[in-house]
């Protein structure tokens, strides 16, 4: 039962350019999303999040927009850089429950 | 950042052994959780541990799973007979803060052969 999905498993962009992560989700009761970046070997690392009253919410080169009515959130990262290349995933929580639901993850590449 | 800190980073045991994985130290948190991910996956909830109790746990944490908070700071997951499908990170994070999300340790590798 994948309740949040990132069905690209990889993307690769050029240093400078903007960087899209997608995620979708099924189940209607979360409230809460998370982005987080992870590198091998090491915990995730957490980057940004979004409560579902908001649609966007931005920290420096990283925005996190939220489409409701589509169950579907992105990452952006403006200006990507060589040093973002890892995987990132996304993640959900919602119904009085802490616990978080993680996307399969998308394995970002910046080239120079 | 405050800091969740894991003890082995790295364990290897045999098949039926008994292992303790330690999250240290954590003051001033309620909510502790522990998360695993096995090579090539995505990382998974195990339990979620509230005022020294379990709040809730999904359908991976058996009976050969157990969390403690045994001196008030350590929080340990302990699992009793390792199997081979054990082998995974496991991931040890503290409750939500409005900065840092949630905030998950280094996390112990471990290896069951």
């Known amino acids: 039962d994948q309740q949040v999905k990132q069905n690209s498993p990889s993307l690769s962009v050029q240093e400078g350019r903007i960087s899209i992560l997608n995620c979708d989700y099924t189940n209607s009761m979360f409230d809460y999303f998370l982005w987080y970046k992870k590198y091998p070997a090491e915990g995730p690392t957490f980057l940004i999040s979004?409560?579902?009253?908001?649609d966007k919410n931005e920290d420096g080169r990283f925005t996190v927009f939220l489409n409701k009515s589509a169950k579907h959130l992105s990452l952006h990262i403006v200006p990507s850089q060589p040093g973002d290349s890892a995987v990132y995933f996304c993640?959900?929580?919602?119904?009085?429950?802490?616990?978080?639901?993680f996307g399969q993850g998308t394995t970002l590449q910046v080239k120079p | 950042e405050p800091e969740v800190t894991q003890t082995p980073s790295h364990q290897v045991t045999q098949m039926g052994q008994e292992v303790i994985l330690r999250c240290v130290p954590i003051s001033n948190h309620l909510y502790f959780y522990w998360y695993r991910q096995i090579l090539g996956q995505k990382v998974e909830f195990l339990v979620s541990?509230?005022?020294?109790?379990?709040?809730?746990k999904s359908e991976i944490f058996d009976d050969q799973f157990s969390v403690e908070r045994p001196d008030g700071s350590n929080f340990t997951l302990k699992i009793r007979s390792t199997k081979l499908e054990d082998s995974a990170m496991y991931f040890c994070?503290?409750?939500?803060?409005?900065?840092?999300?949630?905030?998950f340790g280094s996390g112990t590798r471990l290896t069951v052969v």
């Open positions: 979004i409560s579902s009253i908001k």
């Open positions: 993640a959900a929580s919602g119904g009085n429950t802490g616990k978080l639901i």
């Open positions: 994070a503290r409750d939500w803060t409005e900065n840092y999300g949630y905030t």
């Open positions: 541990f509230y005022n020294n109790e379990i709040s809730e």
